[in-house]
């Protein structure tokens, strides 16, 4: 998730477009850059680390003076966050630039073609393959709105693309394909953004773009197509929020933003994850196959939500691969004189990719000479930086302290992880892997018809402002959830809240039960009767006792409705996919109710976003 500008018009371009991206900073921090049109030339300038750095750059080196430009600030997918991979990119004759937010899935197909014909890429990135492709169009005659046409209709994946062309002074082209992009109407003047934040200091008029279309905009116009060339309508709206609003996309915290954006994120970190003929490729997995088959055991370390995440791995690593897997916290892990081998793959589970105590665990492993593979969401961070291999989840940058689109995309690495050893260890069948990612493929349309019900979650978590306790319950792979609801819950309420296996009541637990108390209940799908049974008898037994069960079951589970004093309805999804919609109430849950009581959500009490400490 990267920021990006687009300016034309009367004022200075490098003013509007560096302001622009100081308002998008949150949304990505690894490197900032420039591009303007000037003089016949592209000026630009694209140096690592945060804006700052780029404006003394600029303060160092100006730019000359432009009315055209465009800005980008990076939140790094593909390539590491250093001054070759930041954004602008540039064609090979320096004639085009170009920003990019998304994952372009086929670009290395596209690269090989374009190093076949002799050009020559300097970064590891996605972008600058397009940047070749729309310059190779302008020098085939092709104006920028046609080239940029022409490139999109071969592109796949998501992708935010704005160009301009050192030969068009008075343009700025974009396009976009399930990545935001947005247009600010001006007077005599016209602005691009991932989103409002990038312009509402100029214009509040703006346009929303549709799908798979293309916009130009000159300092007194602004036309629409499709990818096809066919003129095409946007949608033209008011923006009434204030700038810290726009920040959080009109939610009043960063961490409900993050929770609905879920959908895409999960999305974006499937991505790109299976080849022409089917076969998953992670591409960050920098052990061989052989490495990975001589694997015999699985240790997850992380901590807090990440660690919950790897409980929920455990099940879906040992049932596809048939390999043990264990989970430990980070900080409990190495002063248990754990058995490591080199047969040994420990995952390093980490959001920020800094948590020192799963950062000392993985040099702990290291030095067994195991083999270490990082599941991280901050490109170049620590700890994949110390790892064999990394899987990158692509959520974005989580502000949120209280993690949930990093938990969630944690799962999907995680449930790919899984499915790419039984691929390499030939423990289930490409038909067999192939059923679950389309599985996966369904779930970000089932996030979101969660999300769409979430005033109903609301209104359930009104009536427990006041409660003193909450108890979380689960079983199998919905265990793990209940941990992390109950922990979500601690996080923003600071109210007691336990996470149980369900099945564990009778041996103590149950002793908690009086009349009143709140348990909320992950009922696992019907597929597995055993399963489901036993979780109904646990939630009778809870009942029986004066709870008041808050139970989240599938769609059409009219089982349970004799035991459920409120019932909260998930889309129906198989029993080791279920953590990820299941998750979903209880993140709304846990900020509706903090944010009733009146409490911080974003930044709760004695917390920080990334442990660095020990
Ligand atoms: C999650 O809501 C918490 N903020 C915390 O438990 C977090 O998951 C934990 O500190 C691990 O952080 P990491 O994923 O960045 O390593």
């Not at 000159?218 to 008011?238: I, L, M």
């Not at 879920?262 to 790109?272: E, I, R």
């Not at 897997?325 to 589970?349: G, H, K, M, N, W």
């Not at 209940?482 to 922990?487: D, Q, R």
């Amino acid at each position: 998730m990267c920021g990006i500008v687009g300016y034309v018009g009367a004022r200075q371009a490098q003013d509007v477009v560096v302001d622009g991206l100081r308002r998008l900073e949150y949304r990505g921090y690894d490197s900032a850059g420039i591009a303007l049109v000037a003089d016949g030339r592209m000026a630009s300038d694209k140096p690592a680390g945060k804006l700052a750095n780029l404006e003394k750059a600029l303060e160092e080196s100006p730019l000359p003076p432009s009315h055209t430009g465009i800005g980008h600030t990076r939140w790094a997918t593909h390539g590491a966050p250093n001054d070759a991979n930041a954004h602008p990119h540039l064609g090979g004759g320096k004639r085009l630039a170009i920003v990019h937010n998304g994952i372009i899935e086929n670009f290395a197909e596209l690269r090989t073609e374009l190093e076949t014909a002799g050009h020559t890429l300097l970064s590891e990135t996605d972008t600058e393959v397009a940047a070749h492709l729309v310059e190779r169009e302008l020098d085939g005659g092709a104006d920028l709105t046609t080239a940029m046409q022409a490139v999109c209709r071969r592109l796949a994946g998501a992708f935010t693309l704005v160009a301009v062309d050192a030969r068009a002074p008075d343009l700025v082209v974009a396009a976009r394909r399930n990545s935001p992009l947005v247009v600010g109407l001006g007077e005599g003047e016209n602005f691009l953004g991932s989103d409002v934040a990038a312009f509402i200091e100029y214009t509040r008029e703006a346009l929303e773009l549709g799908q798979d279309q293309v916009v130009t905009i000159s300092r007194d116009e602004v036309t629409v197509t499709g990818f096809d060339g066919v003129p095409a309508e946007g949608t033209q709206y008011h923006v009434d929020w204030d700038l810290s609003a726009a920040e959080k996309d009109g939610h009043d915290w960063f961490m409900r933003k993050e929770i609905h954006e879920q959908p895409s994120a999960v999305a974006d970190s499937l991505l790109g994850r299976r080849a022409a003929d089917g076969q998953l490729q992670l591409d960050e997995v920098r052990l061989s196959d052989q490495d990975l088959r001589e694997i015999d055991k699985v240790i997850i370390i992380a901590c807090g939500t990440s660690f919950y995440a790897g409980l929920v791995a455990k099940y879906a690593i040992e049932h596809w691969t048939r390999m043990p897997c264990e989970v430990e916290l980070s900080s409990e892990f190495r002063y248990r004189d754990p058995i490591l081998t080199q047969s040994t793959l420990v995952v390093a589970i980490s959001q920020s990719g800094e948590t020192a105590d799963t950062l000392q665990a993985i040099r702990h492993a290291r030095v067994q000479r195991s083999k270490v593979l990082a599941i991280c969401n901050t490109n170049g961070s620590t700890i994949p930086r110390e790892s064999d291999a990394v899987i990158y989840t692509h959520a974005g940058p989580e502000i949120g302290v209280a993690s949930t689109k990093g938990f969630l995309t944690q799962l999907v690495a995680c449930y790919l992880l899984g499915l790419y050893l039984a691929q390499i260890k030939g423990t289930r069948f490409g038909d067999e892997i192939n059923e679950v990612m389309d599985q996966l493929d369904q779930i970000p349309d089932q996030i979101q018809s969660v999300l769409d019900r979430e005033e109903e979650i609301y209104a359930i978590a009104g009536q427990q402002v006041g409660a003193k306790s909450v108890l979380f319950l689960g079983r199998h792979a919905g265990y793990p959830v209940a941990l992390e609801g109950a922990l979500k819950l601690k996080e923003l309420a600071y109210i007691h809240a336990e996470g149980f296996a369900a099945g564990e009541l009778k041996h103590g637990p149950i002793a908690l039960i009086e009349e009143g108390l709140p348990v909320l209940c992950v009922v696992p799908p019907r597929g597995r009767d055993q399963l489901h049974a036993k979780m109904l008898s646990g939630i009778q037994e809870v009942r029986a006792r004066g709870a008041h069960t808050i139970c989240l079951a599938e769609e059409n589970d009219d089982t349970i409705t004799p035991y459920a004093d409120v019932l909260i309805r998930l889309p129906q999804v198989p029993t080791l996919l279920q953590p990820l919609v299941a998750t979903v109430p209880l993140q709304l849950f846990a900020c509706e109710l903090a944010t009733q009581m009146g409490h911080d959500v974003d930044q709760p009490r004695n917390l920080a976003k990334s442990v660095t400490v020990e």
